[in-house]
């Protein structure tokens, strides 16, 4: 498994999918959240406050959790050339 970077999501050798967290608990500070990676379907949970910093990360594949509700998963290296290939554009623009 290759694990997704900021750096990956910056040079656009992403995927990217709309993932659904839910609030889970809200103890004194410490309010979680349930997420649902869109690209393997593992539920994990986060601290709300870790995915409004630098994200979150999928445990089982690795794709990157950011606040603003996406979710990113580097492009293995076959899929990319073949994009390249047939002068695709990427799955989304920055």
């Not at 967290?21 to 539920?43: E, M, N, Q």
């Amino acid at each position: 498994m290759l694990k997704t970077t900021w750096n990956d999501v910056s040079a656009k050798n992403v995927e990217q999918k709309d993932f659904i967290a839910t609030l889970f608990d809200r103890k004194h500070g410490k309010s979680t959240i349930k997420i649902v990676c869109p690209f393997c379907d593992t539920k994990f949970f986060a601290y709300i406050w870790s995915l409004a910093g630098i994200g979150k990360r999928c445990p089982d594949c690795g794709a990157m959790f950011g606040s603003g509700g996406v979710a990113y998963k580097r492009r293995d290296l076959n899929e990319r050339q073949s994009m390249e290939n047939r002068g695709e554009a990427n799955s989304y623009d920055v």
